[in-house]
């Protein structure tokens, strides 16, 4: 029995209006991988360390679902690249060496 005094109430709209959560909770910022934003910081310095957490952040993201994928990918480019590189400057030094090795001997005999 309704009171014909009270004022009527609409109901609640089924849809939720944009930019609001449902039930007043509230939307959280986005939690972005830890290991991701190491593997990019550490492509600068250490390629190794870079490629090692860049996979380990794309397999924790694929099952977690949280930010920081292309994070992920960019230290892990940043990082291969950085590894041949350090590789194929290697290799040069030593063929420079194994190709004249007086060249390199400070020695005066």
């Given at each position: 029995?309704?009171?014909?005094?009270?004022?009527?109430?609409?109901?609640?709209?089924?849809?939720q209006?944009?930019?609001?959560?449902?039930?007043g909770?509230?939307?959280?910022?986005?939690?972005?991988?830890v290991?991701?934003?190491?593997?990019?910081?550490?492509?600068?310095?250490?390629?190794?360390?870079?490629?090692?957490?860049g996979?380990?952040?794309?397999?924790?993201?694929?099952?977690?679902?949280e930010?920081?994928?292309?994070?992920?990918?960019?230290?892990?480019?940043?990082?291969?690249?950085?590894?041949?590189?350090?590789?194929?400057?290697g290799?040069?030094?030593?063929?420079?060496?194994?190709?004249n090795p007086?060249a390199?001997?400070?020695?005066?005999s």
């Open positions: 029995m309704t009171d014909p005094n009270l004022p009527n109430h609409a109901p609640a709209p089924a849809y209006p944009y930019g609001q959560q449902p039930y909770q509230q939307a959280g910022p986005a939690k972005y991988n290991l991701a934003i190491v593997s990019l910081v550490s492509a600068f310095f250490i390629s190794l360390v870079a490629i090692i957490t996979h380990i952040a794309l397999g924790q993201i694929k099952k977690t679902g930010q920081g994928r292309g994070l992920a990918i960019a230290g892990l480019v940043l990082g291969y690249v950085g590894f041949v590189g350090g590789l194929v400057v290799i040069v030094i030593i063929a420079l060496i194994a190709s007086d390199f001997n400070t020695v005066n």
